[in-house]
Structures are given as structure tokens and as C-alpha cells.
RNA sequence: GGGGGAGUAGCCCAAUGGCAGAGGCAAAGGACUUAAAAUCCUUCCAGUGCGGGUUCGAGUCCCGUCUCCCCUACCA
């Protein structure tokens, strides 16, 4: 692309060198736009108690999931979800609604922690090092949030806030301390929550994890369980986050019951446990226990003979890590405890009545109560497990009928389960009882880069803490990080923050000494209720302000990714309720519409074994088959994610700079529909590139005087569509219908009309936001463009005065008729019945009319 | 094993149950040009993974089946 040097004028000459110029020169325009939008603060946002703001306007939140400003800088794929936020944003405005559409950073978190520990650079200047890159990378897109509101929950103005809603949960009896086995990476020096561990390696840095009793802060979210699945019915999400939440909480109902354990001779030994089961009306069925290895009644029960054995199966167990049990699958093992446990529905005596109890490690301690009873007739791996050590398997079901089971022969499950549930409850022997996947959330993490508790732990005088707790006052918030120089574990495992040892101690006006909590919140906390800070970011004196909260929320279009599906989502959802609960927020859900933008994959090359091959050693053959350039082997094209070791990354600044901003941003929009995942294909990007040319060019013509009717009907045409797919997040088949427009008018060869150029540049404007505005100012149009209303159709230039309408016979297509387009019932049946003409002889069943579509003869 | 989603032209992707094609890429031809690039114009191509069903009419709804992607998994 030529630059001229009329082009490097500035900006308030824009006029001027719009008019010198013969070519779309989008370093220019973009540059001389974003600056005038920041200089009139153009999409800073009006709110409850600001002066001039509107009331009468309906509102629209819209939010994008808060980036973790990395290192790495922006990638292709946050400007697809941000894209499709900011087209709706700037569509409502246009739209009459006042908009709400801020952005923030989530900067809490591992990686700067960890940079800080090998380099030594304290997090926080990483961190804003990182946020002034992502925030410029930001701008450089043109989007429209508003920055007056950024946030960053690594500000001690912002997790002062935090802190403060913590101890709301703590008032209400929702934090709180446990001794808790809980995952803990050696690696990264800290525990991990039960989200943030797969097949026992730790999400972050795929680094093994080990169950270790600590000392740790829960939260209470097992309490909201049953409204945190509820309430997902209301919610307009998509199916799969839904599904993907309710198996997270994980209920299922059934009933607990009890056994008592005895020898082989029936006496009794040990106290009785508890098995969790979902059909407890096969307990006829029932042949065998099987408790946990960890299962505290283990040794209790264990018979002498048996003893080495269990020891020995109970200490591969602890050994074994999660991964490798996940690894051995479906191979299960187990040993006998010598023990029994006491059918309560056979008598004393009968042979049935004592059941053998094993202990593997199928049977999780952290699920139900850690043992179950075993019906290999009912359950596939109980059989597994009974086939494999020759236990007994005694029929109870017979299709979907129970047999073999006393009162509940001949009932279906639905019959069989409460009647069991009942008897149970009857005769003491166990109660109905529904039973939760979700367990409470390990809320604290041995790190220095996140938010201290403000939480004071009483000392006595010899130095111990009491057990006394008390919360740090309101006004005492924020509780700040201190400063370190060595951000490592401290002795003796401790968290890093107990390295600062002025920081931590505390001594209250009658001289009491307290210590400060040393472990921090984990990274979540800051993500569960940034979408209130940004109603009212500046406020000092509350955390949000009531009235604009009243106003802004709920947020009506929330777009992020699908890995956050259950980890932000839920803990977001959770601590909203509780907000409602304390009277703080007016509804009970914070996000009304969800949306998971899809991935923007890259290609990437597979050789004949399988073999990734980086992108740069790839070359194209004419053909369109890709060569390993110095091999000359072919390779297979694919699409994966894109990674650093395939170089198949592509950086968003590249883009901008070859094409500009608006054809990066309307290339993220016209991949496919928003929720789609696909590749990013280079290839493309001068196909929407060109558009933005052709729009350049046909405004080139200046404006005209005369209105041409091929253009006008084309604009109406568009106006109706662009509108409709933006209602629906149709991003891509709007910009279709633009380039529709811009296609008729380049044919047509005439100028639009000042009218026209205004519409046309008022639906560009979401999608190429400096073009339009560039247009605007050029045809020179009054008020702001930004704000301009959404230009309206008139249904009757929609469609031409006739239209060719299909005729078929028995659905298949045997002629057309051209007829008016508001041809009627009657008409259009006489003018298909001409167009067929002999083809009609013969009986005609049934004639099926539908105006301006199509007519339909059923003949015999 | 369970759950969610997708299969339409060489490729990406459109089609309130109503003519399979809006748009883009690629390809071919032409105009312009000394030439090339750019630009403009024109053209080419599938019957919708497969098998049934409902319907006057199915890419679309229902049943079955295959393939691919994502999530989840001894959850009792």
C-alpha cells in the first residue's frame, strides 16, 4: 500500500486529506479515529447518579470474560469473542440503549508469581508491563469499551473489595477452616482446588499432585447446591455449559443405610458404616461390600489373618497416585478384610444374611460415604469385581421387574425404590437421601500474587494461636500485600506471605497480638464479581452502589470461553447468590445469556508417521499439497490448536498492521457463526479486505443528487438483514448482505445519496467501526455516528413488482410463473395452472398455494 | 461408558418445513495495461455422511446408523 504524504497531516485535518486521498489507507484512518474517540471520550458511559445520564434509555450489559494479561500478549483468539461484544455494543447504541461494555484484568494468578521467583521482578511490574501491552493491544482494535471504567483485581482498590465480600461470606457462616486432604503440587509449592486437577496433574503446568491433610479455608458451596442447579433451568445459556454444571454438582438420589460388621461366626465387631447407594431396593441383591482404602473402619474390622495383606493393599493405595489409578482404569483390585456386614433383610442364620466386606480402591473416600454394597446383578462393576474374586451374584432383577426380593417382587424401580426407602426408614435401618458430586470450595492458596485473607488469628503468650479468628475491620481494608523480595515457600512450607514477618503480626489497643493469615485467595476470587465493580468503579466508599447495580444487571450478554464452563461460572454464580441473599444484588443470577465463542484453530502438518511438522518447514505445491521443504516428503494439512511448538501462532498486531484493524475485525467476524471454532485460513483476509476497498471506492463518488432504485431497494434489502442477523448474533451473514450491498452498488456505477451513505455507514459501523466513521466525516453527515439511529426499511422497496414464483407437481419443480408480488390466493393458483398447462391433465387431489412462495399440485 | 455439538460445491460457510446458494476463498475466461500487479466484468461446480419415517413438500422434524470434534468418567 502507497502512503502519500498527505496522509501523515494530522488529524484534525481529516477532512482535508480524506479528500487528497485516492485509496483506502487504513493506517490512517484508524489511527486518526481511535485517537478522537479518546480524546472525546466518545463511549464513556453514563450511569445512575452521573450527571446527563438518560434514565429513560433501556440498558444493555455487555461483557466479555476479563483476559489474564499474559506475557505472550494478545492471540487471535480474544478478538473473536471481543469482536462479536463490541458489534453488539456499538448495534445498541444505535439502537437507543445505553450501553455498558467495560473491560478489565484478571492479573492475579501463577505465571507472574513464578516469573518473579526465577527473575527476581517483582509481579507487579510484570504485571502492568503485561496489562499496558494487552491494553494497547485492546485499543488497537478499535473497540468500543469503555476505559474510564478498567479494572484490575490486582488493585488494592479493587480487592479491598474482595476482602470485604469475603468476610460477608464469613458472617454468614460460609468460610471456613478445615484440616482437609486436599491436592497438593510440590511443583508449584501451593494446593490446588479439585477443578483445577485432572487425572491428579495440576491444570496449570501439568504437574503432578498428591492428597496431603492441610490446614485450609473452605467455602460453603455445597449449601447452594441445590439453587446453583435450580436455577440453570432460567438461565439462557448454552445446552452443553448447563449439562456440563449439573454433572459438576452432580446430584443424585438415593438412600444411605447402614450395616453392622461382624465376624464369621456373626458376631458383631467394630461400629456400624454408612453405603450411599441410588438403589437401595436391591439390597436382596446385595453380596458383598466394598469400603475405600482410606476408609477409617478398615483396620477396625480387619480380621487378624487378613491383617498384613490389607496393610500391605492399603499402603499401594496411598502410594498410588490418582493418575495412575485413572490409568489402570477399569482393572480392578481388592482385598478381603475378613469381615462381614450383616444383610439386614435376611434373618440371622439364613446364609445371606452375612456378606463379605472388601476394600478396593474403585471405591473413592472422597464420593458418598467412601463404602458401598455390592449388587454384581445390578451394577457392571460389582459384577466385574465379583467375577474377578468368585463372589456371589444373586439374581434381583428380571428385565425391568425386581424378582428374588420378598415385598418388591414384580415392582419396577419406580415402585421398588421408595417402598425400600420407605421400610428402611421404618425399621431404622438407613433413610432417602440425595447425595452431591460438589464438595466445598478450597478457597485458600500457599501464594504471595493474590489476595491476603483479612482474617487475624489470635496468639497466646506463648506464641500459639488460640484458635480465636477475628476479621480485619471494615476500615481497616484494604488488607495490602506487603512487599518481598523472595516470593519462594518459606520455611517449613509455609506460604510466602509468612516470610513478611512485620507484615504479619498484629497487635490490637489492649495489646493483644494477633497474626495475620498467611495464605492467600485463590485466583477465582477476583473473576466472581467483577461485573459489579464495573457498574461503579471508582467508588470508595461501597463496593458497588445500589442504585446502579439496580440499573445494570443483570448482564445481558456474556461471552467467553468453554473452558470457564464450570470453575468461573459456578464460583461466579455462587458468591452472586450470596451477594443476594445479603441484600446486596437485586437478582439471583449474574449472567442472563451466555455465549462460548468458538476456537480460532490454525492449520498445522502431519507427516506420513503421524509426526507434527512445524509450519515454517512446510511449503504449498501448486496442487494445493503441502511439502516438507527439505525432505520434499508430503504432508498432511490439519487444523489444531495453535501452539508455540507448531509456529502455527498468529499475532493479531501482524494482521493490523498488513490489513488494519476492520478487516481483522470483520475477518474474526465472517469465520462462520460466532460459536463455531475454525482455522485461521490467511488466505481469507483478502477477500473481506477487498469489501472494505469496494466500500472505499463506491463512497469515492462522492454523494449524488438523483436516488437510484436498484440501489435504494439493495440498501433496504440490507438494512433488514444486517438488523435481523445482529438481533441473533449472525455476524457473519450480516457482513454477507453488506457486501451484497456494496457489490449492487459498485455494478450500479452511480453515487449513493447523502440518505443512503448514512445508513450504509450506520450498519457498517459495528463491524468496521474507523471506516464508517471515516465515511461519515467524508459525506459529510450531521451528529455523531456513533449514536446515530439504526436506520429503518421500507417493506415496499424490499421486493420488485413481480416475482417468479416455482410450480410444482407432487413437490418436484415443473415450471414457473411470474406474477405481481402481491399477487393473492386465487391469481397465483390461475397463473400456476397456465404455466403448466397440459401437464395438469389428469385428477387433481389437492392444490396447496402459498402466496409469494409457491403452488403445488397433488395429482393422482 | 455418559453428556454436548457438527457433517451442504475443491475449501470456508448460507438457506421462518417451500426453487439447495446469500457471501467469501480457490479455479477458468474476458476488459484495462507495453507488461505485471491492482481493479472491474463473466463463468464453472454439489442435491445436503448413510438408511428409514412423517409431510402435498425434508438440508431443516422423528427413528436408526456411520464419521469427526469438545467435555466428562470406576460417582455407587
Known sequence: MRIESAFLLPAHDGLEVAKLMSEYDFKAIEARWQAAWQEKNTFCTLGPGDAGFDASKPKYYVLDMFPYPSGAGLHVGHPKGYTATDITARYKRHRGFNVLHPMGWDAFGLPAEQYAIQTGTHPAVTTEANVNNFRSQLQALGFSYDWSREINTTDPNYYRWTQWIFKQLYNKGLAYQSEVPVWWCEQLGTVLANEEVINGRSERGSFECVKKPLRQWMLRITQYADRLLADLQGLDWPDSVKAMQREWIGRSEGAELHFQPACADGTAVGAPF???????????????????????????????????????????????SELERAELQKDKTGVFTGAYAQNPVFPKGDPRHLIPIWTADYVLMSYGTGAIMCVPDGDERDRE????????????????????????????????????????????????????????????????????FPILHEMNAAGERTGTISLAADEDLPVSLPELDDFTPSAGGEPPLARATDW??????????????????????????????????????????????????????????????????????????????????????????????????????????????????????????????????????????????????????????????????????????????????????????????????VFERGIGS???????????????????????????????????????????????????????????????????????????????????????????????DTIEIPVQINGKLRARAVVATDCNRDDLEAAARGALAELLEGEIRKVIVVPGRMVNFVMA
Open 274 to 320: 454408612t453405603v450411599f447407594t441410588t438403589r437401595p431396593d436391591t439390597l436382596f441383591g446385595a453380596t458383598f461390600c466394598v469400603l475405600s482404602p482410606e476408609h477409617p473402619l478398615v483396620d477396625a474390622i480387619t480380621a487378624p489373618e487378613h491383617a498384613a495383606a490389607i496393610a500391605e493393599y492399603r499402603e499401594l493405595a496411598t502410594r498410588k
Open 706 to 800: 438523483e436516488e437510484n432504485v436498484d440501489i435504494e431497494c439493495a440498501l433496504h434489502r440490507c438494512i433488514k438483514k444486517v438488523g435481523g442477523d445482529l438481533e441473533a448474533m449472525g455476524y457473519n451473514t450480516g457482513i454477507a448482505a453488506m457486501m451484497e450491498f456494496i457489490n449492487t452498488a459498485t455494478k450500479v456505477k452511480l453515487p449513493l445519496t447523502s440518505a443512503q451513505a448514512a445508513s450504509f455507514c450506520i450498519l457498517l459501523e459495528p463491524f468496521a467501526p474507523h471506516l464508517a466513521e471515516q465515511l461519515w466525516c467524508d459525506t459529510a453527515q450531521p451528529s455523531e455516528l456513533a449514536f446515530a439511529s439504526w436506520p429503518s426499511f421500507d417493506p415496499s422497496k424490499l421486493v420488485a
Open 504 to 697: 504479619i503480626t498484629v497487635v490490637d489497643q489492649d495489646g493483644k497480638t494477633w497474626k495475620r493469615e498467611v495464605n492467600s485467595m485463590p485466583q477465582w476470587a477476583g473473576s466472581c464479581w467483577y461485573y459489579l465493580r464495573f457498574l461503579d468503579p471508582h467508588n470508595s466508599g461501597a463496593a458497588w452502589d445500589r442504585a446502579k447495580e439496580d440499573y445494570w444487571m443483570p448482564v445481558d450478554l456474556y461471552v467467553g470461553g468453554a473452558e470457564h464452563a464450570v470453575l468461573h461460572l459456578l464460583y461466579a454464580r455462587f458468591w452472586h447468590k450470596v451477594l443476594f441473599d445479603c441484600g446486596l444484588v437485586s437478582h439471583s443470577e449474574p449472567f442472563q445469556k451466555l455465549v462460548n465463542q468458538g476456537m480460532v484453530q490454525s492449520f498445522a502438518f502431519k507427516d506420513s508417521r503421524g509426526v507434527l511438522i512445524p509450519v515454517n518447514e512446510v511449503e504449498a505445491k501448486e496442487d494445493g499439497t503441502y511439502f516438507i521443504r527439505e525432505s520434499g516428503e508430503v504432508v498432511e494439512q490439519l487444523t489444531a490448536k495453535m501452539s508455540k511448538a507448531l509456529r502455527n501462532v498468529i499475532n493479531p498486531d501482524d494482521v493490523i498492521r498488513e490489513y488494519g484493524a476492520d478487516t481483522l475485525r470483520l475477518y474474526e467476524a465472517f469465520m462462520g457463526p460466532v460459536t463455531a471454532s475454525a482455522p485461521w485460513n490467511p488466505r481469507d483476509l483478502p477477500g473481506v479486505f477487498r469489501f472494505l476497498q469496494r466500500t472505499w471506492r
Open 385 to 452: 469385581f465379583a467375577c474377578k474374586y468368585d463372589l456371589e451374584i444373586r439374581q434381583i432383577l428380571d428385565g425391568d421387574k425386581m424378582v428374588h426380593s420378598d415385598f418388591l417382587n414384580g415392582m419396577r424401580k419406580d415402585e421398588s425404590i421408595p417402598a425400600m426407602i420407605a421400610w428402611l426408614e421404618e425399621n431404622g435401618l438407613g433413610t432417602g437421601k440425595v447425595n452431591f458430586r460438589l464438595r466445598d470450595w478450597l478457597f485458600s492458596r500457599q501464594r504471595y500474587w493474590g489476595e491476603p
